[in-house]
């Protein structure tokens, strides 16, 4: 029996260990930092052929970002019986945060099949292309900030050093659209009914989560506890209004965090090889 047993350990092949499946993942992910500037270039690219032609060119997402919270501010305002200088504040910072997330997870669910090209032509590493998407809408967050910047100045927002606490919260946000953006990428690949089911989602999760209202509305709701995206909308709204996040969205963030990386890892790691089949 230790007889076979040895035989058994002496026989297996060394590179089926260094070719498991974790392993690669790992390296895939580590291959797409080192290769940022490729990442970070084709992000800012995919930009620049959006808006070709146009005079504005990307200023354009900030023109129509600023139009929507106009719109909404004048009928939502009335509704909720808030004064404007009240209400444009708050709901801006809430939809600047929304069309970061809503945006990115949205377009995550065809990241493998629009790079397809790239995929079947060029080895790259297959979380590059994520970290791609999540840096245009990164870039796009930062020009629709400057309509915040505008606001905060109009109507005198009360900021203090609790704005520094946007850069965490940033920083989780985007973890965060990584793994979903991963997640994503890898079902819509697979079943190519995932993209309108998410954009269905989406738009629900619009009106469920207190982007135009206020929380305050629904106190020890549902709607409110369970919401994740209502936790995340809060990392930075709040900096940006003066005010600090409290413990507990912290606490519900960074276990999401975790949570959503680890679930992308297994997932990825599972279904990698299976991706150029795929698209």
């Not at 040895?6 to 070719?19: A, F, H, K, W």
């Not at 390296?27 to 504005?56: A, H, P, Q």
């Not at 909720?80 to 209400?87: D, K, L, N, R, V």
């Not at 850069?167 to 009914?193: C, E, M, Q, V």
Request: hydrophobic share 55%; proline share 5%.
């Amino acid at each position: 029996m230790n007889e076979l047993t040895e035989t058994i350990d002496i026989n297996i092949p060394t590179q089926e260990i260094r070719n498991s499946q974790s392993k690669l993942a790992v390296i895939d992910l580590f291959d797409s930092i080192k290769k940022w500037k490729l990442w970070t270039y084709l992000g800012w690219n995919d930009i620049k052929i959006r808006y070709r032609g146009s005079v504005l060119g990307p200023f354009w997402i900030t023109a129509s970002m600023l139009v929507i919270i106009v719109a909404f501010s004048v009928v939502y305002s009335r509704l909720f019986h808030q004064s404007i200088a009240e209400y444009v504040p708050f709901f801006t910072t809430g939809y600047l945060v929304w069309v970061l997330i809503s945006a990115a997870l949205a377009e995550s669910c065809n990241t493998f099949v629009e790079a397809s090209l790239l995929i079947n032509e060029i080895k790259l590493p297959y979380i590059l292309y994520v970290f791609r998407l999540t840096w245009r809408h990164v870039i796009i967050f930062f020009h629709n900030a400057l309509v915040y910047g505008a606001v905060a100045l109009y109507f005198q927002v009360p900021l203090n050093w609790a704005i520094f606490y946007v850069i965490p919260g940033l920083f989780l946000i985007i973890l965060n659209l990584i793994s979903a953006g991963l997640i994503l990428s890898i079902l819509g690949t697979k079943y190519r009914d995932i993209p309108p089911i998410i954009n269905s989602l989406i738009q629900v999760m619009f009106f469920i989560t207190p982007i135009s209202w206020n929380a305050n509305l629904l106190p020890n709701s549902a709607i409110i506890i369970f919401n994740p995206l209502n936790y995340f909308i809060d990392l930075i709204r709040m900096p940006l209004l003066g005010q600090v996040p409290d413990l507990m969205t912290w606490n519900t963030c960074i276990s999401i965090t975790i949570v959503s990386s680890c679930i992308s890892f297994v997932l990825f790691a599972r279904f990698r090889r299976n991706i150029p089949f795929w698209i």
